[in-house]
RNA sequence: CGGGGAGUAGCGCAGUCUGGGAGCGCAUCUGCCUUGGGAGCAGAGGGUCGCAGGUUCAAAUCCUGUCUCCCCGACCA
């Protein structure tokens, strides 16, 4: 590709509009163009990154037997209707009607239309199991798009949809995508880990989603240092408490606090650790239910963990209002005694392993100290409701702590079950004739948010740093001045060479100064640099550079050409 | 949806408080010059100041409304 005849419009600048440096970059190296929030134009050399990704990721799924196609991006109502998915969306969902008044949205995930057309399509055993996918145009009405093509409205998404006959043999397709995305990530140079996770809105019994690892990333995950056990926060279990020494109690007494809110101020008032102290929140259903939640001072509620042990569909912080009617005390000195309304205490479970705590008196200004479990205060039930913390023990094996990290969750498989085959009466016949419903699992992948990852993972302070199998060119020849006939005939022999060697080459032809074009070929990522300069040519050489490590050689040009072949085609062999 | 901020040339911004010539840097175009890390000189083009209404002799500037975008939070494969 000549660089002159081709489309990169970097910029100098740094928009001011871009918060994370994936976004920043890909915004000056002329890869992507907002054209609304959320909503981008994928300029071509954005394109060429995206495509790269796509079939890596076809590559791999075709390797574990799914089976493309295409599915549309307008869908009727009725489906979601039918799979109760319309009104329980919410707003998230782009709702439209035609010109015949019907019902329709875009489609932000595609179980209902798969699994409308397995349920026609897909009668008996003998068709199973089989898995169908696709690399399509999603629509997600998000409330808070960010962060360029981390979190669009509209992006690409691979979604995979697998149907088996009964649980165990939609856990071996599991197995095989799982397995699948591990290669996928890797294959583009990632550091990556595999987390368990919640289901979130899709449901289904259990998940894993695929996190890069990223400072910038939105998820926070822990993973063992010992063993394999890895989550997303969400997720992530505590390990229950081992059963701590008896102490004595000490009479309780009840102590001024004024003014004291948080849970520091009184711990730092009354001269205590904060894990001395228990705190309490209060947390509703929406729908006039209440809970009233207990944790160690110093740890973190998990509002998810919280809202599956509740059985609630929903769960949001109570209101100032609502706790002084639930309580009877204003915010800040909540404890659970002599509390105004019958709500249910939960308690986390190393609250059971504590002694003498400071809690809040239920009272303005009060709170009690040496309050202890039992002979002062009461609790419903005992949980898993915290957030694990860095240097928590795994919940897995003996002598593991865990790591915390953040993540951008680039891929997500689920264990359906039977959720939607039910509600949409997806069944097939069974050896012996009789009908069955169709077990599911769905997979999916961000096609634009794993590139955005890519480079959020692989840049310096002079743009991108492409791993070879997502970079939009292998590699470029610069021409350091391109009137000197001698410098411009040599460079565009070694461009067709390794053309003609099967790399995709980006031939920097344009007449402008050496600098620019070092800056622009930095920026936007390609591995490798051949450059072709005067000086050099004199004696038969060129510089081969290597972007990731700066790695400067003067080679002989059929060295340079040989070397540029072989970096490139040892970074894309695939695993085995 | 709550809180905060911003819309002035393609990009980054000043000007708005205190009303009166629409400016700066980069980019673009022309010419000269230059060619190993975003050069230099000279010249040129480009903006209904987000939109609508109001106040005024006069509005980018004051008032009202409205739209869009960004950040934090809640929310979210």
Redo the contacts with the bound molecule.
């Keep these: 590709m000549l660089y002159s005849r081709y489309f990169i419009p970097?910029?100098?600048?740094t928009?001011?509009?871009a918060?994370v440096v994936s976004h920043q970059l890909m915004l000056?190296a002329g890869m992507i163009r907002?054209l609304?929030?959320?909503i981008y134009n994928y300029l071509p050399l954005g394109l060429r990154s995206i495509r790269k990704f796509e079939n890596i990721v076809r590559e791999e799924l075709n390797r574990a037997g799914a089976i493309e196609m295409l599915m549309p991006s307008v869908q009727p109502a009725e489906l979601w209707q039918e799979s109760g998915r319309w009104a329980f969306y919410g707003k998230?969902l782009l709702r439209f009607k035609d010109r015949k008044e019907n019902e329709f949205c875009m489609g932000p995930?595609h179980e209902e239309v798969i699994t409308d057309m397995v349920r026609r399509e897909i009668k008996s055993y003998r068709q199973m199991p089989v898995n169908f996918y696709q690399i399509q145009t999603k629509f997600?009405d998000?409330?808070?798009?960010?962060?360029g093509l981390m979190r669009g409205r509209e992006?690409i998404?691979k979604d995979a949809y697998s149907f088996d006959v009964d649980s165990s043999a939609a856990d071996c397709s599991y197995e095989k995508m799982y397995q699948a995305y591990i290669r996928i990530f890797e294959r583009c140079g990632l550091n990556f880990r595999a987390v368990e996770a919640d289901t979130?809105?899709?449901g289904g019994s259990s998940s894993h989603e695929f996190m890069v690892l990223a400072d910038s990333g939105?998820d926070a995950i822990v993973s063992c240092h010992a063993c394999r056990y890895a989550a997303n926060v969400e997720k992530a279990e505590s390990r229950s408490p081992h059963t701590a020494k008896v102490m004595e109690m000490l009479p309780m007494e009840k102590t001024a606090t004024p003014d004291m809110k948080s849970i520091a101020d009184v711990a730092a008032f009354l001269g205590l650790t904060e894990d001395r102290t228990i705190k309490t929140m209060v947390y509703s259903s929406g729908t006039g239910e209440f809970v009233m939640a207990l944790l160690r001072g110093d740890h973190e509620l998990n509002?998810i963990k919280l809202k599956n042990c509740m059985g609630w569909e929903e769960?949001?912080m109570a209101t100032e209002e609502e706790i002084l009617q639930v309580t009877g005390s204003p915010v800040g000195f909540l404890g659970p005694m002599d509390i105004k309304a019958r709500v249910p205490v939960i308690a986390d479970l190393i609250v059971q392993t504590m002694y003498n705590s400071v809690i809040g008196a239920n009272e303005k200004d009060m709170h009690l100290i040496n309050a202890n479990l039992e002979r002062d205060f009461h609790v419903d039930r005992f949980a898993d409701i915290r957030n694990v913390q860095a240097g928590d023990p795994c919940p897995r094996c003996e002598s593991g702590k865990l790591e915390m990290w953040r993540g951008i969750?680039v891929?997500?498989v689920f264990k359906l079950g039977t959720k939607y085959s039910k509600s949409l009466n997806a069944t097939y016949l069974d050896a012996n004739g009789k009908e069955q419903i169709i077990f599911m699992g769905c997979y999916?992948?961000?096609i634009g948010?794993t590139v955005a990852a890519a480079i959020e993972q692989n840049h310096d302070e002079?743009g991108i740093i492409f791993p070879v199998a997502l970079a939009p060119f292998h590699c470029s020849v610069v021409a350091?001045?391109?009137?000197d006939a001698g410098v411009m005939a040599a460079a565009e022999e070694i461009y067709l060479k390794l053309e003609q060697a099967g790399l995709e080459v980006l031939f920097d032809d344009r007449?402008?100064?050496?600098?620019?074009k070092?800056?622009?070929n930095?920026?936007i990522g390609i591995p490798l640099r051949i450059?072709?300069?005067?000086?050099?040519l004199a004696e038969g050489k060129v510089?081969l550079?290597l972007r990731k490590t700066g790695e400067m050689l003067s080679l002989p040009i059929e060295q340079a050409i040989e070397q540029t072949i072989q970096v490139v085609q040892a970074a894309l062999t695939m695993p085995e």
């Design positions: 970097t910029v100098k600048e928009p001011s509009d918060e000056r907002k609304s929030a959320g998230e995930t997600r998000e409330i808070r798009p960010r962060f992006f998404m979130g809105s899709i939105e509002e769960i949001v969750e891929g997500h999916g992948i961000g948010r002079n350091v001045n391109t009137k007449d402008e100064r050496p600098g620019v070092f800056k622009d930095d920026l450059v072709v300069g005067s000086k050099g510089e550079k």
